[in-house]
């Protein structure tokens, strides 16, 4: 297990230093009432007075319910300012204009939301000077379980390495609420969905992967179908360079 009190200094120093380089006035990022959001929420803040999180629901009713009671938890108890817009108009418009032109299908629609959220969190920032931080962790980063333009885009990313069991060991060292921790990671990205469901295997089994090797037949090949078929997603831009 990480030293998390010297892994908190270490983050605090990382964040510092992007403002200080970036010359912002202060942070910002998306609180989805999650173990990832709140990690991020809680060391930005511990890092910059201000720091803020904006709540931003988008039709499934969890977002509405408990993500936001979760998000609001966190925020009052670390004291971090936090503010709700609601996406819910956005997406059904930007669904309605581009079904004219074209056949949507889920996985579309489902990155509809977090690219949204996305749009929002740099409009508001750079209309206040700040840095939007990101709260994507190494398991998600591995698998590819993210939005390309979505939630995989940010500024600043202070929980980047850190494993998803290393996320709940490290917000149990900062004492965050049990709700955040014990709950089942989702992305909000529909009805029911749950991150481990949806990809077909475990964060314990991905976290084992990554850091021995090691992993069951039918996990191995889940995680190796993932991580191959998101490589465009870690490499960034496919840049011709002549």
């Given at each position: 297990?990480?030293?998390?009190?010297?892994?908190?200094?270490?983050?605090?120093?990382?964040?510092?230093?992007?403002l200080e380089e970036a010359h912002a006035?202060?942070?910002?990022?998306?609180n989805s009432g999650g173990k990832d959001?709140?990690?991020?929420?809680?060391?930005?803040?511990?890092?910059?007075?201000?720091?803020?999180?904006?709540?931003?629901?988008?039709?499934?009713?969890?977002?509405?319910?408990?993500?936001?009671?979760?998000?609001?938890?966190?925020?009052?108890?670390?004291?971090?300012?936090?503010?709700?817009?609601?996406?819910?108009?956005?997406?059904?418009?930007?669904?309605?204009?581009?079904?004219?032109?074209?056949?949507?299908?889920?996985?579309?629609i489902a990155n509809i939301a977090p690219?949204?959220?996305?749009?929002?969190?740099?409009?508001?920032?750079?209309?206040?000077?700040?840095?939007?931080?990101?709260?994507?962790?190494?398991?998600?980063?591995?698998?590819?379980?993210?939005?390309?333009?979505?939630?995989?885009?940010?500024?600043?990313?202070?929980?980047?390495?850190?494993?998803?069991?290393?996320?709940?060991?490290?917000?149990?060292?900062?004492?965050?609420?049990?709700?955040?921790?014990?709950?089942?990671?989702?992305?909000?990205?529909?009805?029911?969905?749950?991150?481990?469901?949806?990809?077909?295997?475990?964060?314990?089994?991905?976290?084992?992967?990554?850091?021995?090797?090691?992993?069951?037949?039918?996990?191995?090949?889940?995680?190796?179908?993932?991580?191959?078929?998101?490589?465009?997603?870690?490499?960034?831009?496919?840049?011709?360079?002549?």
């Amino acid at each position: 297990m990480r030293d998390y009190a010297k892994e908190t200094e270490k983050r605090i120093a990382f964040i510092r230093q992007a403002l200080e380089e970036a010359h912002a006035d202060g942070i910002l990022f998306g609180n989805s009432g999650g173990k990832d959001s709140a990690l991020v929420g809680i060391l930005c803040k511990m890092a910059c007075e201000n720091t803020e999180g904006i709540i931003l629901p988008c039709s499934s009713k969890r977002n509405f319910t408990i993500d936001k009671d979760d998000g609001m938890e966190v925020a009052e108890q670390f004291g971090i300012k936090t503010r709700l817009i609601d996406l819910t108009a956005q997406k059904e418009l930007l669904m309605q204009t581009v079904s004219e032109v074209a056949t949507l299908n889920d996985a579309a629609i489902a990155n509809i939301a977090p690219r949204l959220r996305m749009i929002t969190l740099y409009t508001v920032a750079a209309s206040e000077n700040r840095l939007v931080a990101g709260t994507g962790n190494a398991s998600e980063y591995y698998m590819g379980y993210f939005t390309k333009w979505g939630d995989g885009a940010y500024d600043l990313n202070p929980i980047a390495d850190l494993t998803a069991t290393e996320v709940f060991e490290f917000l149990r060292y900062l004492k965050a609420p049990e709700a955040v921790i014990t709950k089942a990671p989702s992305a909000g990205l529909f009805e029911g969905q749950t991150d481990e469901e949806d990809m077909g295997v475990t964060y314990a089994a991905i976290d084992r992967y990554i850091q021995t090797g090691e992993a069951e037949e039918k996990d191995k090949a889940i995680i190796d179908r993932y991580h191959s078929r998101s490589e465009h997603k870690r490499r960034g831009f496919n840049r011709y360079q002549g």
